[in-house]
């Protein structure tokens, strides 16, 4: 009769704490979403006094809806948040300012994070976004073709990238390397661009895209077409060309390693990933998810406690093993999980040199101005010294 009554006493006070929790509300997108309940899990074993309720946005309708929930002040209190998306909805003041937090936390602070992912949640001056997740980009190659055209290793610079395409194709490969993709073409000219010391702005704002380092960057980028060494309206099948040695180099994520093995078994042993190539630097693209708290929300302390548990490297490379997404912190790269594989390792040393486009509203619009502009460059329509200059006429209009 005892022991009942105490069993009794511990559930009753099970569910009274449960009744008294504070309910955190999460909005994730994609198949990040469908996985974050094990986190939200780990979270409230941690920290019963809260509960973590999350609700399942598809990509598709997470920008319509978030704009809708920021109008109509229906919003979460923590969201997943693309990296591309920082700034419409931050300059619109939809988010809360983290720096508060940030100057008193134990996990996050600038320190902690690679500097390309921190300043993407940075948006008119304000860090309104924590990074959760990252992406960056890095060269895919055939060790055993190169091997064949001189290259025991991969292209280290651009002259040797210019160069054992050229040979490549001489060798045999219908093209040396695939640049183009059907969208966001970029996504892949920027990280040339940064690699030669160029920008779209400079720091006060100006447009420099008729600068010699912007330009010389984008002449480097479109020979590779004009010269059909790599295909101008894409290729086929990327594994299938990967492997039958049709296009023996591109550039992609850290998703395309599993991809790979998974696809094209028969060249095991036969690719590698390998840093970009370098100019002035080695630099490439930085894209991935943030975590936000929403200005409107009711419970800001309970979803800053959230944000700073998923910002824990121990939670990080859980967070990579679930769903294979890369850690923002740099801590969390030094855990043999992440080490295991040197292919992966390779994406974690690109890191420390990447970095996303500007976190400005206008965006968007300029993408795809450039993205025009490659086009008009790239099927010889246009120089692309006056493609160039053509653009930053746009430019300056789109922003104006």
């Not at 809260?50 to 002040?73: C, F, M, S």
């Not at 970029?186 to 010391?197: A, I, S």
């Not at 049709?246 to 390998?274: L, N």
Request: hydrophobic letters at 40%; proline letters at 6%; a negative charge.
């Amino acid at each position: 009769m005892r022991k009942a009554l105490v069993v009794l006493s511990v559930v009753m006070l099970m569910v009274s704490l449960n009744f008294g929790a504070t309910k955190i509300t999460v909005w994730g997108m994609g198949e990040e979403a469908k996985s974050l309940d094990q986190l939200a899990e780990l979270f409230m074993e941690e920290y019963p006094e809260y509960e973590i309720d999350v609700q399942a946005i598809p990509w598709a309708n997470a920008y319509d809806k978030i704009l809708t929930g920021i109008a109509g002040r229906q919003v979460p209190d923590v969201a997943q948040m693309g990296t591309t998306w920082m700034a419409p909805f931050g300059s619109m003041g939809a988010f809360e300012d983290l720096g508060p937090y940030i100057e008193e936390s134990e996990f996050v602070n600038p320190e902690n994070f690679f500097q390309g992912a921190w300043e993407t949640g940075i948006v008119d001056g304000k860090q309104l976004g924590v990074p959760w997740y990252v992406d960056t980009r890095a060269m895919y190659y055939r060790t055993d073709l190169l091997a064949q055209v001189g290259y025991d290793h991969a292209p280290q610079n651009w002259d040797e990238l210019y160069d054992a395409v050229k040979k490549l194709v001489e060798n045999g490969s219908r093209y040396g390397i695939t640049l183009y993709q059907p969208q966001d073409n970029y996504q892949v000219l920027l990280p040339f661009v940064w690699q030669n010391g160029g920008d779209i702005l400079d720091s006060q704002g100006n447009v420099i895209i008729d600068q010699p380092e912007f330009v010389e960057a984008f002449e480097y980028y479109t020979r590779f077409f004009t010269e059909e060494l790599t295909p101008i309206a894409g290729g086929g099948n990327l594994f299938q060309d990967f492997a039958s040695g049709d296009t023996p180099i591109f550039f992609s994520g850290p998703w395309m390693v599993s991809m790979i093995r998974a696809q094209t078994p028969q060249i095991d042993g036969k690719w590698d990933v390998a840093l970009m190539p370098e100019k002035k630097s080695r630099t490439s693209f930085m894209g991935g998810s943030n975590l936000v708290i929403f200005r409107d929300s009711k419970n800001k302390e309970a979803a800053w406690k959230f944000i700073e548990f998923l910002s824990r490297p121990d939670i990080q490379v859980k967070w990579y093993q679930i769903v294979n997404a890369l850690p923002s912190t740099s801590k969390a790269w030094e855990d043999p999980v992440l080490q295991a594989d040197p292919m992966i390792a390779t994406f974690g040393e690109q890191l420390n040199d990447a970095k996303a486009p500007m976190n400005i509203p206008e965006f968007q619009e300029i993408s795809v101005s450039i993205d025009s502009m490659v086009q008009e460059a790239i099927y010889g329509r246009k120089t692309p010294e006056q493609a160039a200059k053509d653009l930053k006429k746009d430019i300056e209009k789109i922003l104006k």
